[in-house]
């Protein structure tokens, strides 16, 4: 059966609901409208590579504006994609080259380590110069109305959750082979001529790799939706580079404002970074929450994520209740987290979401 007519995804989007949340994505899937990096590639942006990087930041800020209105002109047909001309320097060139900015004294995630990595030197996300690929393929397990997604997850992470479950990918414990940007960009390519919705880059984590991203899609030319799949534990620099790039944000809501974050993922600050950048990407694009219910944590983090999402983001949210947790890598080192959740604890987090009002709901 092909995953476009599986009975779940038929299913929700009969409901509605996805679509209200998700419905420009939707339209990129089936080409009606324009993804944004094809757009950004679009927006004229006049620098010097030379120039001082508060420079660029400002120039990027302008033109953040006039993206917003040149999406808006496509998406209502008062422009067509074909009728632009293709600049000599581009919106999405700036974002490159700011991102390599970046990279020399890299502030991509929260903990704003500030090493080289141009000069090979790594941080706390073991990530030096080169982009490490562990696997792509079209994916038949995410959320019904990302399938087939075309995943390609990258080595390396900005957390070190003790449970995880990707850990040899996350903590590069595998080689990874390296790629060129055309190669990616090929990759990419083929994924969506084969049938895939999307690309969906994720990991690990995704964010250590944001300029060879950048650099990729610049040699990407069909239209399909970029899915940015991350913990979001990234930097306001990144987010705003992610801006005008990313037409969906499938993000991870752990921990809520307490000590578990760091106890559990050495995530100094996550609840602070975490909310910023679930805001900004429901203003940057359109978002899946993805909450994964660890065993014992129902109080402290899963009922403060979902009130939070209710009241700053709405209630209509697609939200990912997720009950996949099992006891990984080392799980086993914290007494709480050495089991499998209860059906008791499922069905709670299932009120919870209702007690308080959202009803967007995929688990």
Known sequence: MSPLSRPDFRATLSKGSPIRGLGRYLDVTENRKTAKFLISKKLRADFDPSEPESVLWELHRELAEKYRSLEYALDKTELSLADLSSPPKSYLDLKVD???????????????????????????????????????????????????????FTLGCTLRCLYCQNWSISQMFEPGKKYSSAELAKIVETLRVEGCRNVNLVGGEPTPWLRDWLEVFRLVFVNVPVIWNSNAYYSPLTADLLGGFVDLFLLDFKYGPGDCAERLSNAPGYWKACTRNHLQAMRSGELIVRVLVLPGHSECCTEKILEWINRNLGPDTRINLMFQFRPEWRATEVPELGRRLTRAEMKRALEMATEIGLRNLVA
Do not use: Q, W, Y
């Not at 109305?145 to 995943?151: H, K």
């Open 98 to 152: 700011i991102s390599k900015r970046l990279l020399t004294n890299c502030r991509l995630c929260e903990r704003m380590e500030r090493v080289d990595r141009t000069a090979g030197k790594t941080g706390f996300c073991k990530c030096g110069r080169d982009i490490a690929v562990s696997s792509f393929f079209a994916h038949n397990g995410e959320e019904p109305e990302l399938v087939p997604s075309g995943t390609i």
